[in-house]
C-alpha cells in the first residue's frame, strides 16, 4: 500500500522560504516511470491549488502563477520529494498535500501538512 | 486564466440522486476526474477517465461529460456521502498542468 507522508516546519516568516518533504513507501520513486509526485495546497476553508510536480527524472511542471516562486526536485535514492518556496506571504498559509499521480488522477494523497506564515 | 467551476452547494435527501457539475474549457480536451473530501480528511479519488472507478468505490458514483461540462452523479446517496467534492483535470494550455474545481459541498438531509 503506497503511503505518503509530508514533513518540514509548521510555522515560516513572511519573506522567508517554505520547505516541505514528501516521504513516499510502498512504491518506488525510481521505477514507477507511470507516476508524477505532486503538491497540492488548500488554504483554510478554501479549495484546492496545484502548486507543481516532480516526475522520476527530475523534470517538473509547475503552476503558472507559482512557478517564480517555486521549485520541487527528487531524490530517489531517500524515496522522497520536497517543495520549496520562496519569498511566502500570509497568502501561502494552506495544508499542503504531497500526492502520486497519473496524467489524469491524484490517486494516493499524504495526510496534509498546515504550514503558517506569520511572524 | 483557465478554471473549473462548480456551484459551491447543493443538498439531496437520503437515498435519492444528486448531480454535481463541474464548467471549465479544459474538459472538452481531458476527461475530468472527482474527488471527495470529508471533515480534516485528505481528498479520495472517486472517479477518473470520466467514469473509472477506483477499487472501493461504491458504485453508486458516476461520471460523465459533454461539452465543456463534467457531471458527478450521486445515485440512492447515504449519509456517509456527505463531503466536498471537487474536480480536476489537465489544463488545456499548458504541458502537464492541473486545474481543480471550487468545490461543492454536498449535504445529505
Known amino acids: 500500500q503506497v503511503q505518503l507522508l509530508e514533513s518540514g516546519p509548521g510555522l515560516v516568516k513572511p519573506s522567508e522560504t517554505l520547505s516541505l518533504t514528501c516521504n513516499v513507501s510502498?512504491?518506488?520513486?525510481?521505477?514507477?516511470?507511470?507516476?508524477?509526485w505532486g503538491w497540492i495546497r488548500q488554504s483554510p476553508g478554501k479549495g484546492l491549488e496545484w502548486v507543481g510536480s516532480v516526475f522520476h527524472d527530475g523534470s517538473t511542471f509547475y503552476n503558472p502563477s507559482l512557478e517564480s516562486r517555486v521549485t520541487i526536485f527528487v531524490d530517489t535514492s531517500k524515496q522522497q520529494f520536497s517543495l520549496r518556496l520562496k519569498s511566502v506571504t500570509a497568502a501561502d498559509t494552506a495544508l499542503y498535500y504531497c500526492a502520486r499521480h497519473t496524467a489524469v488522477a491524484f490517486d494516493r494523497w499524504g495526510q496534509g501538512m498546515l504550514v503558517t506564515v506569520s511572524s | 486564466s483557465s478554471e473549473l467551476t462548480q456551484d459551491p452547494a447543493v443538498s439531496v435527501a437520503l437515498g435519492q440522486t444528486v448531480r454535481i457539475t463541474c464548467q471549465g474549457d479544459s474538459i472538452r480536451s481531458y476527461f475530468p476526474t472527482w474527488y471527495q473530501q470529508k471533515p480534516g480528511q485528505a481528498p479520495v479519488l472517486v472517479i477518473y477517465s470520466k467514469n473509472k472507478r477506483p477499487s472501493g468505490i461504491p458504485d453508486r458514483f458516476s461520471g460523465s461529460s459533454s461539452g465543456n461540462t463534467a457531471t458527478l452523479t450521486i445515485t440512492a446517496a447515504q449519509a456517509e456521502d456527505e463531503a466536498d467534492y471537487y474536480c480536476n483535470c489537465r489544463d488545456n494550455i499548458g504541458n502537464l498542468h492541473y486545474l481543480f474545481g471550487t468545490g461543492t459541498k454536498v449535504t445529505v438531509l
Open positions: 510502498g512504491d518506488s520513486i525510481s521505477v514507477s516511470t507511470t507516476y508524477f
